[in-house]
């Protein structure tokens, strides 16, 4: 079993330590069991289970380091790995934006780990399979979908007395379902740190209703429209907003946070004053790893956003009432600007009302329920422009009700804008490992029609 | 990201970082490899498998990433391991052991893929139809390069880019990156069929991004490389005199000038600042190969990928609007009688040329598209029998040997016109376009229906001649309607490849490195969008 425990971890962590010769040496431990199954057409197409545990030992002569993995764990192995990990650093060219690494730190203590969900087997998700396609077989429906699921641990130590653990399990599940003619399709994608919320039936069923719902879907002249995104549609949108977000860049003039004349624009309002979007590794429907790095997959929650240098992740606020809050520094950058070093986020979660996705529609005068987003591409970098297509059903609005399904749209729209043109926000729920209200937009720009069903 | 995207820099599964040194060492010993593969193929077929193939991979990569006069990542990696898939009760099974080096473990990994097919076979309907395929018995194939890039000092490497970057900041950038990519795949395949199939194959790709800033306005506008990846080693960064093409901007065949190229990426950069904003509206787009190449990749590349089209992707790339009755037909008109497209495994320095492909077919080239005219798609062994095959094209692939191969991508390109005809020609034609060269955002419909794509420089035409340089320029259209508006390709002498080091499909998701070729061509009538904005 690859998942070590925290004393396990600790133990092989201190055993490199002691072999070093370097100024400063570092190693990441991490573990990982992941397994999927894929089907198509009804019928599964792919199943597979591995297991990795690997670690990473990083060595520093002044300004310049090298990394050696292995995984093999005795003595011997360590100590001719910690050698060579010395012998790269050695010819390495010198970086000059090295950081010494980091001392003790303190971590908070999230619950990103679910027995039910390392305890998940072949024969699970052979089930979980069969619960999705068995209701699309008796509706003459075609299923498609994919469960990952991950349980792994990662664990990092330095020989500045760094040391930290964390223990994560993600599950997450998409279907696609398609009418036997092709002319409806329904799309659905929940993820979830505990695979007991999981019911793969009931969000099958929510894909099938939309599949059967999109049939014979009109077209509407391509503009500007009033939009509902459901989180699954925007969540992408969102994240590749909050990924641009970043100091180093907006200082240096090339981001959509730079300021003409130089600087960031923190501190400006942006949004909407109801946009409020943080980070919190403590929240019990996102828990989030407490450092960044150590691999094991399955982002936020084993450790995603921010280098594997063990710098703590803490409740961060990036948007605050439309303003402009704090942007990610890394250390590097953060020394050079004399601030605080902040890891970029992991998740987000944007903060939301207390309105259903029916509610909001039901408030809706005339619009378009977008429910997914797909093969979203950056144009503009300095405006953060995006295109994509809109996918998997989508539906027009008037007076307070869904009244026919819409031919899918591309749009050309940037997410500044969008949360500028803010409505309404419902209550968030979690998707593509982030809270995300569904949300009303006015004037979403589409550009385009298309074909695709 | 997204499938049926290019995907940003990715390793092989279970890759270690070793020294740069260790990437030059040997790897087992052919005699070696066909002893542990026979060990897997005869467990396999005592525990019961009608059909078993083994691959016995070990995937080196080098990244050397740079900024400014920084090497801010030296990346070597290496991956070695072993895939056994079998057919047992009529259904596949797969099982993958990392650093198997025994008897024993190559027994145990064909034990597991066969317990695996049997107890998914509880689920199958129909047993696999895989083609029949004689075997080649001990056979090799070897990228045919001049200058092995591993053997390249680092530093030698790294200077080169550092030397790049110093080009681009006294010709007026002011932030520039640049990347070198380099990957060997050394390959070895086994089957019951009686292949043992040796494989060396080497891929690069050296690229960069200059940014140009304005401090007054606050704005920024950014160059790509023109270079394209390829199926080579270092010799692509020798080029010779015959593998630039001169014109508004030099553009590169078999052969790479990265210094030249990223002097004229600053000024371009710097010149996009002030160029003309476009005009939406309706233009006839001359397109360069280096642009080319990506609008062939998602709008006939992914759509003909005969698996897309019966519906195995539809999770997560999508399906494909050419369906079977449109094949069936015989008479979809996918482009103008212009349009050829075809599928090669065999195009010499190409990304997708080898030997034999991961089901131990041997390489081949096809037509997709003729004379306008869907004819074929791209189809692998438990394939073929549904196009009407008795046997498969050669397009099946692995990204390593921890996963299981699939249908991929072959090399598909546009052939060259048979009349004769040059670029200059090309332009002297068209009252009012927009010459595009390099290639920049893409997006495309699921169904590959509708897309939007950008490029790295924009050129506007207006009565047969080039006047100036434009931006915020990116057209929309629909893959039939556009391929159709083709009404002139240049000959031969303009033929280069363009191509996706990175292209992901399939869930767990897949790397692939595909090339497509073209020469520039005229598309009548197409839609341009102007997409500046205002935060």
């Known amino acids: 079993m690859p998942i070590l425990s925290k004393e396990e971890a600790r133990q092989i962590i201190d055993k490199v330590l002691s072999f070093s010769k370097a100024d400063e040496l570092s190693a990441n431990l991490s573990g990982s069991r992941r397994g999927n199954i894929r089907y198509a057409r009804n019928a599964v197409s792919t199943s597979g289970e591995s297991d990795n545990l690997s670690l990473a030992i990083t060595a520093v002569f002044g300004k310049k380091a090298g990394t050696a993995t292995i995984n093999e764990f005795d003595n011997a192995s360590l100590e001719k790995t910690v050698r060579r990990a010395e012998e790269i650093a050695r010819l390495a060219p010198e970086n000059p934006e090295y950081m010494p690494m980091l001392g003790p730190q303190q971590y908070l203590d999230p619950q990103t780990f679910a027995d039910s969900t390392a305890k998940i087997d072949p024969d699970f998700r052979a089930q979980a399979t069969f619960d999705s396609i068995d209701p699309c077989r008796k509706k003459n429906l075609t299923a498609a979908g994919y469960m990952e699921d991950t349980t792994g641990f990662s664990a990092i130590g330095n020989s500045k007395g760094l040391f930290g653990y964390n223990k994560a399990t993600n599950v997450d599940f998409s279907v696609t379902v398609r009418t036997a003619d092709g002319t409806g399709s329904g799309y659905a994608r929940p993820d979830f740190t505990d695979v007991g919320k999981l019911n793969t039936r009931s969000t099958t069923e929510v894909a099938m209703q939309k599949a059967l719902a999109s049939v014979n879907a009109r077209a509407l002249e391509p503009g500007k429209y009033t939009v509902i995104l459901e989180p699954t549609a925007s969540v992408e949108l969102l994240q590749n907003m909050m990924r641009s977000m970043d100091a180093r860049s907006a200082d240096e003039g090339r981001s959509f946070l730079s300021k003409k004349g130089g600087g960031t624009r923190q501190g400006e309002r942006l949004f909407d004053e109801r946009v409020t979007i943080y980070t919190d590794p403590m929240n019990s429907e996102l828990p989030l790893s407490p450092f960044g790095g150590g691999g094991g997959g399955g982002g936020g929650r084993f450790g995603g956003g921010g280098g594997n240098d063990g710098l703590p992740q803490e409740k961060t606020t990036w948007i605050e009432n439309g303003v402009v809050k704090n942007i990610p520094h890394s250390r590097y950058w953060a020394d050079k600007k004399g601030v605080k070093p902040i890891p970029g986020p992991a998740g987000f979660i944007v903060q939301g009302g207390n309105q259903s996705l029916l509610d909001m529609i039901k408030g809706t005068e005339k619009g378009i329920l977008v429910t997914r987003l797909w093969y979203i591409r950056a144009v503009d970098p300095q405006t953060l422009l995006y295109t994509g297509l809109t996918r998997d059903g989508t539906f027009y609005i008037e007076n307070g009700q869904i009244k026919f399904p819409v031919k899918n749209f591309r749009f050309n729209e940037s997410p500044v804008i969008m949360l500028n043109n803010l409505e309404a926000l419902g209550k968030p729920v979690r998707s593509g490992g982030n809270l995300i209200p569904p949300m009303k937009i006015r004037d979403f720009t589409f550009t385009s029609l298309s074909d695709a069903v | ?535």
């Open chain 2, 1 to 535: 990201m997204g499938a049926g995207s290019l995907l940003l820099p990715s390793l092989p599964a279970f890759s270690r970082t070793v020294a740069p040194e260790a990437l030059l060492e040997p790897g087992l010993d052919v005699s070696v490899k066909k002893r542990l593969a026979d060990a897997a193929l005869n467990a396999a077929k005592s525990k019961g498998a009608t059909y078993a193939d083994v691959r016995i991979g070990r995937y080196l990569n080098q990244f050397v990433i740079t900024r400014e006069d920084k090497v801010e990542n030296l990346i070597n990696t290496e991956s070695f391991g072993v895939g056994v898939r079998v057919i047992a009760d009529g259904c596949w099974g797969f099982a993958a052991i990392v650093d198997a080096r025994s008897e024993t473990d190559m027994a145990k990994a064909a034990e597991k893929a066969v317990s695996i097919a049997k107890a998914n076979a509880t689920l199958m309907k129909t047993p696999v139809q895989l083609a029949p395929q004689k075997g080649f018995g001990e056979v090799s194939w070897k990228a045919p390069i001049k200058t092995n890039a591993f053997e390249v000092p680092i530093k030698e490497k790294a200077d080169l880019l550092l030397t790049a970057n110093s080009a681009a900041l006294k010709n007026g950038a002011n932030f520039v990156n640049s990347q070198l990519f380099l990957v060997n795949e050394q390959k070895y395949f086994a089957s019951t069929d009686g292949t043992y199939a040796d494989q060396d194959i080497h891929r690069i790709w050296p690229t960069f991004t200059v940014t140009a800033i304005d401090p007054k306005t606050g704005k920024f506008e950014t160059r790509q490389a023109l270079s394209a990846p390829m199926g080579m080693s270092y010799d692509y960064l020798q080029a010779n005199p015959t593998d630039k093409i001169t014109g508004i901007t030099t553009r590169y065949n078999m052969g790479y000038d990265i210094l030249e190229d990223i002097t004229a990426a600053a000024k371009q950069a710097k010149q996009k600042l002030s160029a003309k904003s476009v005009e939406a509206g309706k233009y006839d787009l001359v397109l360069d190969p280096s642009h080319t190449w990506l609008t062939i990749h998602e709008s006939v590349g992914h759509p003909l990928e005969l698996d897309r089209v019966l519906g195995y992707e539809a999770n997560f790339a999508g399906t494909s609007f050419a369906t079977l009755d449109k094949w069936e037909s015989k008479n979809f008109q996918y482009g103008s009688k212009l349009v050829n497209f075809f599928a090669d495994k065999t195009q010499p320095n190409s990304l997708g040329a080898v030997g034999w492909d991961d089901e131990g077919v041997e390489t081949q080239r096809w037509d997709l598209v003729k004379d306008g005219i869907l004819v074929n798609y791209q189809a692998i062994r438990d394939q073929v029998h549904i196009i009407g095959e008795t046997h498969s094209q050669g397009c099946c692939y692995a990204d390593s040997w921890s996963s299981v191969q699939f249908q991929r991508m072959a090399n598909v390109s546009l052939a060259a016109g048979k009349t004769p005809l040059s670029v200059a020609e090309m332009i002297k034609d068209v009252e009012k376009g927009v010459y595009i060269i390099g290639d920049g955002s893409f997006s495309i419909d699921q169904q590959r229906y509708n897309f939007q794509f950008g490029g790295q420089l924009f050129y506007e035409i207006k009565n047969g001649q080039i006047v100036g340089m434009l931006k915020d320029v990116a057209y929309q259209s629909n893959t039939r309607e556009f391929w159709n508006s083709c009404v002139a390709v240049c000959d031969q002498r303009d033929f280069r490849l363009g191509g996706a080091f990175f292209d992901g499909k399939g869930q767990p998701m897949q790397s692939n490195a595909v090339s497509h070729g073209s020469t520039t061509a005229r598309f009548k009538g197409v839609n341009v969008i102007n997409t500046a904005r205002k935060i």
